[in-house]
């Protein structure tokens, strides 16, 4: 199967299965706070969990130039700068601020961005014109009154947005935003955590409704179960393997997904990680904010 853009897919590790044992990718933890609470999520700052929303510490724009240049060293097939957190990449300036810089040293890796899609719209533009080429948006579901069991609060405009009513606005922002990046030529993968009880049957919704708004692919993942999802099952096998036969009836579906931490680097299908070799200070002990 051959995807939209296929020259640039072909070389990014988180897009295709073929690139995941070949390519290799750094995430950048320049993202330090978050415009949404998942019921799902718990962001922490720790070198031995395996999962989104952790890393060792935050670091500066500036710092990820010299980040970059050390991990080329260490690993040659790099192919892809990415942030993904620990916080959402366009709650904050921080990300776009790093690619602008990482693409005036580097135009010819490939930027790739992660967010949770609240801002993706009111910042298009810049994220184009910071040279990212691929984007992933976490969609977790196209009606509120499944997202609101899913998503606790957003924080928008200055104001904390609970239940129905925050659901209803990121839906409407995410859905807004994918149109509008696809159409300035972006790559979009779409991101869902399945979530037994609560958004299985709607996995086919969601791909078919991003696909008509110009998403290429999607990543179906299994919720870790944590924080107000603690006591929630993780999906099984089959569960999984189903959720993605009905996604893929409308997008291809990626499944090689190691749900990475924010400071990651390496080739994702291979088992060594290079990210303690990078940054290696001390743990970052202050706790995330939401805004």
């Known amino acids: 199967m051959t995807y939209k853009f296929d020259h640039l897919v072909k070389k990014h590790p988180c897009f295709s299965g073929e690139a995941h044992v070949k390519y290799g990718r750094i995430h950048l933890p320049v993202s330090p706070s978050c415009n949404i609470q998942c019921k799902f999520c718990k962001r922490s700052f720790n070198k031995c969990e395996n999962r989104p929303g952790v890393s060792r510490s935050i670091i500066t724009p500036e710092e ?5 240049d050390k991990a080329l060293d260490l690993c040659p097939d790099i192919t892809v700068v990415g942030i993904a957190g620990p916080g959402d990449t366009l709650a904050t300036d921080h990300a776009l601020d790093t690619f602008q810089l990482i693409n005036r040293k580097h135009p010819n890796l490939i930027k790739c961005l992660s967010t949770n899609g609240l801002k993706l719209s009111e910042k ?6 910071s040279g990212v080429k691929t984007i992933t948006v976490t969609i977790n579901a196209v009606n509120p009154e499944i997202l609101k069991h899913i998503c606790s609060s957003i924080l928008y405009e200055g104001k904390k947005v609970i239940g129905k ?3 209803e606005i990121l839906i409407s922002n995410q859905l807004e935003g994918i149109k509008k990046i696809s159409d300035l030529g ?4 779409i991101n869902t955590v399945l979530i037994p009880g609560i958004n299985d049957i709607h996995v086919e919704e969601i791909a078919k409704t991003t696909k008509k708004l110009g998403a290429s692919i999607i990543n179906v993942i299994p919720l870790i ?4 999802m603690i006591n929630y099952p993780a999906p099984n096998c089959d569960q999984l393997g189903l959720a993605r036969i009905k996604a893929e009836q409308h997008l291809p579906a990626f499944k090689h997904c190691k749900q990475c931490r924010a400071d990651a680097c390496g ?6 990680d290079l990210s303690k070799l990078l940054y290696d200070r001390p743990l970052q002990l202050e706790t995330f904010s939401h805004g």
Do not use: F, H, L, Y
């Not at 990820?64 to 970059?68: F, L």
């Not at 080739?267 to 060594?272: A, D, L, Q, V």
């Open 186 to 189: 972006t790559i979009v993968k």
């Open 267 to 272: 080739i994702p299908g291979k088992s060594r």
């Open 225 to 228: 179960p944590q924080n107000e």
């Open 124 to 129: 298009a533009e810049r994220i184009v014109e």
């Open 64 to 68: 990820s130039v010299n980040i970059v």
């Open 165 to 167: 009513d925050g659901a």
